[in-house]
């Protein structure tokens, strides 16, 4: 038996998977997954339940998995409003995801990526009396992927299908201890996309090799999980050759990486050559290598009032006048980034990008 | 038979059409009207919207506490008429933009989107856009808190901008950028920081529009540093460009904070651009800028200079007569007026001289000065200005083809005032101030002029 690493600290769940690919056909004669054909065509279901992803738990219970779906977690997370995230993938019997060195891995049509977010009274506690509010459900169909927003109900027993998203008022104890208000918003299946898109497609964004790596040599690695398990074909040697990212909030690890990184998940998925920003020629992805590009000395275009005083995207050695902090720092639509999927700031992040931009050399502007 | 068989189709559409079946062809759905739901309501319409469906707003005020989107192709959405339909934004507490629309062949007609916290209507990658009888309007006037652009275009293949009154934008009205095969007319701009302005795009014609009150009029612009470059074919004509005086309002940041207030019409950097037929009164710096790019970049494939440009028939009235911004130290080194036509006279960049090719073709009494500037990134201390005009290109760079959208149903141009009467009366003040504009210029458009 292997055990499969949860997204979060709920109880860790035994798999049927024996060893390999082999077993996995074993595993599929007993097989008590989610039907397919729904995730192939039509409509999506009204309910999250329909789906049969998980098991019928008693209400606010841990997420229980049922076969072939499968609990994992990244190493940097997009943050949204300090909501917790379950992460679940299905994958259909007999499938497996192919392995991609740099972009999100692919994974096989009729799979599903499920997001579920999760609010706490007291964020420096958040597993106790959390409450979900929503699960996003990217589908991979035979012409790309949909994206399908549910929204949990008070019961929390089951979550309805909203396209047009929610609007949920949390009064929460903050990370800092302070009272913190969170005008939490679920986003329309539209807004789904804006974030999601690569060109006239849908794509996921978190599940790429590097940010499913294990961070350090003693850490449980997912991707070599999935490959002994027969769910990833990679080789060994691509396996090992996966880029190590680091864990922004590592204050271990150097500063530059880290920033890098916060930038990849939070803002490249629009700031890239193919997102919903390709527009603004700011693009801020993990290996992009034009400084101009990442906003070192780069004018802002479009940026209206959200450039606020500054004159720069990045004015090395000044986060204080780089537009960048200020948008991250805003909750101000027409100033805040990113523009969906927050209403109050991500202190870690702010924190850590004006101490990157405050080491950059004044020279590299 | 083939007649026969084409009849029975059309008898057929005719019954699909008389028995107004669910779903597609969405016209026959009731107008969705303002009240509790309705903001959800039209969210939820867009986002189900097949393509073919109208979905029509009925008159009256919704009010939106999140911005807008559609996704879905040849949609249309219709309101009852820009003053009548009103989208308010005063509330919204999340979105960049009132109405984002991402799909393609959309057309946009008949309401007015108001007080957005971030742009107005924006439409990214979305080809063969229609923006008709639109009203985007902040309704406290200039003020740097307003959003930067009222309707925003970019990434786009196909734009159409008729009838859109915009006022308001802390950066341009009605925007056009990175985006090829674009007509914006008959509109009118006011109040805006930039009333139009065309940004690294190409194909565009801009005619009959009404530009008045903003900081600067028209601008033609191309920037460094964006995916989309090497903006050029552009024509300016018909336009009425009066009294762009309103002070700028941008944020420092943006490159529109760097116009004058007082500009009339502006080409920076873009190519193959023809300004004619314009009539300009009252711009107070000058009515017609010429510049290069003016800012150090590292772009390697940016050429920050204007090449073939064109300025002929053009109606000058007064202005020039309290320069602003960089240009004022200069003007008052010169008796504090500018030359109706004014050009940096930038011929070098990264130590490469270029022949300069602006042609100014303006009968000899029209006013001309030539900063002689040589290199950008420009010094203006270092300006010996000449009112010698530039050898105009060997032949003359030849007119842009008009621009023909296959989408366009090709009215005959309206009239600029008919669409100053589907104003909202609060801009009806700005058309009687316009009409008395006219009343002030004087003489008729010369020969080639309507």
Redesign the interface.
């Known amino acids: 038996m292997i055990a499969l690493r949860r997204a979060n600290d709920g109880p860790v769940v035994a798999v049927c998977a024996l060893a390999a690919a082999a077993a996995l056909g074993g595993c599929v004669a007993r097989d008590r997954g989610p039907p397919p054909a729904r995730l192939l065509a039509g409509p999506p279901p009204s309910s999250l339940s329909a789906f049969k992803f998980f098991e019928e738990t008693a209400p606010g219970a841990p997420l229980a998995p049922r076969p072939r779906v499968e609990g994992y977690a990244l190493v940097n997370a997009l943050f949204s409003d300090h909501a917790a995230k379950d992460r679940h993938v299905y994958l259909p019997p007999g499938e497996e995801v192919r392995f991609d060195a740099d972009g999100v891995l692919e994974f096989p049509v009729g799979s599903a990526i499920l997001k579920t977010f999760s609010l706490a009274p007291d964020l420096r506690d958040p597993a106790r009396g959390a409450r979900r509010i929503e699960t996003r459900i990217l589908v991979r169909r035979a012409d790309g992927w949909v994206a399908w927003p549910y929204v949990w109900n008070a019961a929390q027993t089951d979550a309805t299908y909203a ?3 929610a ?1 949920q008022s949390w009064d929460v104890t903050g990370p800092d201890g302070k009272p913190l208000h969170i ?1 939490y ?1 679920v986003p ?4 789904c ?2 974030c999601h ?1 690569h060109g ?1 497609a849908i794509t996921p964004i978190g599940p790429t090799a590097r940010n499913l790596r294990a961070v350090r040599d003693d850490a449980p690695d997912l991707l070599a999980d999935w490959q002994a398990r027969g769910l990833l074909n990679v080789s060994p040697e691509a396996l090992a050759g996966v880029q190590r990212v680091p864990a922004v909030a590592d204050t271990t690890l150097p500063l530059a990486p880290r920033a890098r990184a916060w930038l990849d998940i939070n803002c490249a998925h629009c700031h890239q ?1 193919a997102g ?1 920003a ?2 603004s ?1 700011l693009y801020l992805g993990w290996s992009e290598p034009v400084a ?2 990442l906003g070192v ?16 995207v990045i004015d090395p050695g000044h986060p204080e006048r780089s ?1 960048m902090v200020h948008r991250m720092d805003s909750v ?4 805040a980034m990113p ?2 999927g927050r ?1 109050v700031h991500d202190p870690v992040g702010v924190a850590l990008v004006s101490a990157w931009i405050a080491a950059l050399p004044r020279s590299m502007r | 038979m083939r007649l026969g068989s084409s009849a029975s189709v059309i008898t057929l559409m005719a019954l699909l059409a008389g028995c107004g079946g669910p779903g597609r062809g969405g016209a026959e759905r009731p107008p969705l009207a303002p009240g509790p739901g309705a903001a ?1 309501e039209l ?2 319409l ?3 919207a097949q393509p073919g469906e109208t979905i029509t707003l009925a008159a009256g005020r919704f009010e939106f ?3 807008l ?3 879905q192709s040849k949609v249309t959405l219709k309101g009852a008429g820009p003053t009548e339909t009103v989208l308010s934004f005063k509330g ?5 933009e009132g109405l ?1 629309v ?1 799909g393609d062949d959309v057309v946009l007609q008949g309401f007015a989107v108001e007080d ?4 107005g209507i924006k439409s ?2 979305a080809d063969r856009i229609t923006y008709r009888d639109l009203a985007v309007l902040w309704t406290r006037g200039p003020d ?6 009222g309707v ?1 275009p ?2 786009s293949t196909g734009v159409l901008i008729e009838r859109v009154t915009v006022s308001g934008a ?2 341009a009205g009605i ?1 056009v ?2 985006s090829r095969d674009i007509i914006v007319r008959d509109s009118r701009a006011e109040l805006n920081v930039a009333g139009i302005e065309i940004e690294n795009s190409s194909n565009a014609d801009v005619h009959g529009n009404m530009v008045t009150l903003n900081a600067g009029g028209i601008l033609v612009f191309d ?1 460094p ?4 470059k090497d903006g050029r074919s552009i024509r300016v004509f018909d336009n009425q460009v009066f009294a762009n005086d309103t002070p700028n309002f941008a ?5 529109v904070a760097s116009v004058p207030s007082g500009t009339g019409i502006m080409v920076m950097a873009a190519s193959d651009v023809h300004v004619f037929r314009n009539q300009l009164r009252l711009n107070r710096t000058a009515h017609v800028l010429v510049a290069a790019y003016f ?1 150090p970049t ?2 390697p494939a940016y050429d920050p200079l204007p090449h073939d440009i064109v300025l002929r028939d053009n109606d000058y009235g007064p202005g020039g007569d309290d320069p602003q911004g960089t240009l004022q130290p200069l003007a008052k080194a010169l008796g504090g007026r500018l030359a109706a036509v004014v050009w940096d006279g930038v011929d070098s960049y990264r130590g490469q001289r270029v022949t300069p090719t602006v042609n100014m073709l303006e009968a000899g009494d029209v006013g001309f000065l030539d900063l002689q500037l040589g290199s950008t990134p420009v010094d203006l201390r270092s300006a010996r200005p000449t009112d010698q005009r530039p050898a105009p290109s060997p032949e003359r760079p030849p007119e842009p083809a008009p621009i023909r959208l296959a989408f366009d149903p090709a009215a005959p141009a309206t009239p600029v005032d008919a669409a100053a009467d589907g104003a909202p009366d609060h801009l009806q003040t700005l058309k009687e101030l316009s009409d008395r504009l006219n009343e002030l210029a004087a003489p008729p458009p010369p020969q080639g002029g309507r």
């Open positions: 396209p047009v998203g609007r005008d918003r329309n299946q539209n807004q996309k804006t898109q006239d050559r919903s390709s527009n020629g101009t590009a000395g780069k004018r802002p275009v479009a940026a209206g009032r959200g450039a606020g005083d500054g004159l720069f537009i101000e639509p027409g100033v523009e969906l209403s | 959800a969210q939820r867009l986002i189900t506490t999140d911005g989107s559609l996704d919204q507490t999340s979105a960049g984002l991402t957005t916290k971030g742009d990214k990658g740097p808190r307003n959003g930067a652009y925003y970019v990434e802390s950066d925007y950028g990175q920037l540093d964006l995916p989309v944020p420092p940041g943006n490159i800012l590292k772009d």
